[in-house]
């Protein structure tokens, strides 16, 4: 058999050491890109508990689709909470 560094399985990238790094990061590039691409009607004019739950709807599935299988550290579990931030931020047009 081929020894890898990573490789997908069910949708989540699976490291050699075990660390889901790669994965957070993955998961959020598709998170950016899902708001990205709805960025009209998350950032528009409706109100804002509605866009509350269009991202709740939209981007943090994307997020955290198999969540419960990281195996992560103090620095992996920051990074989502540092994209929420980034994401409510955007939504309200916050620098």
């Keep these: ?11 989540s990238l699976i490291g050699e ?5 790669e994965e957070i990061r993955a ?3 598709l998170a950016k890109e899902t708001l990205n691409k709805r960025k009209r009607i998350l950032c528009g004019g409706l109100d804002r508990d509605l866009r509350k739950k269009l991202v709740k709807c939209f981007v943090w599935s994307v997020l ?3 969540v419960e299988t990281w195996a ?3 620095v ?3 990074r989502p909470e540092a994209f929420e931030m980034w ?3 955007r939504m309200e047009r916050i620098s």
């Design 72 to 74: 992560s550290k103090k």
């Design 87 to 89: 994401t409510w931020r």
């Design 1 to 11: 058999m081929k020894q890898v560094k990573s490789f997908r399985y069910l949708g």
């Design 76 to 78: 992996d579990r920051d």
């Design 17 to 21: 050491d075990g660390s889901c790094s």
């Design 27 to 29: 998961r959020i590039a």
């Design 64 to 66: 955290f689709y198999g």
